[in-house]
């Protein structure tokens, strides 16, 4: 039988509970990539985290090494033209996300936007302003989810 995953299951299902989870931040308001990083130090205690301006530079350090980081967040809209959507779709389309862990960031969420990300494989949505509450939920919610696959795969 094939069964198909919704979700990609990091290979390290404790990953998200490591400080040394390299995360990557894709965003180009450097206002909003600061207050998440911030938040991600501060609440949640991540030490590494790595934060670029745009789809492209992102492609590049995720082709270079496709291991390095288990956790994007990645915003929808960039004034490049391509959305997060669309780099998530690519990235999909290439084998780049299995193994990650990967967050919509958007002042928009509205449902075609995030019905891409999802599509893409995005396991969550993180609405600006950045919401403290709101961003530890989506972090526990998929440390749930790793943690279930996680026991699934063993079923």
């Known amino acids: 039988m094939n069964t198909r995953k919704l979700h990609p299951m990091p290979s390290d299902t404790l990953a998200l509970h490591h400080p040394q989870t390299s995360i990557l931040i894709v965003e180009d ?7 998440l990083r911030r938040l991600l130090e501060g609440v949640l205690g991540y030490t590494n985290i790595t934060w ?7 492609h590049a350090l995720i082709s270079q090494d496709p291991a390095r980081f288990q956790v994007l967040f990645v915003d929808f809209n960039f004034p490049i033209g391509d959305t997060g959507g669309d780099f998530l779709e690519r990235l999909q ?3 780049m996300i299995q193994d990650k862990v990967i967050f919509l960031i958007t002042s928009e969420p509205n449902c075609h936007n995030v019905a891409q990300a999802t599509k893409a494989g995005a396991m969550g ?8 509450e709101q961003l530890v939920s989506q972090i526990e919610r998929a440390k749930k989810v790793v943690f ?4 699934e795969a063993f079923s």
């Open 93 to 95: 389309s290439e084998g």
């Open 52 to 58: 670029v301006e745009n789809t492209i530079e992102a």
């Open 29 to 35: 308001n450097v206002h909003y990539a600061k207050v």
């Open 125 to 132: 949505v993180v609405a600006k302003p950045f919401d403290r």
């Open 148 to 151: 279930a696959d996680s026991l």
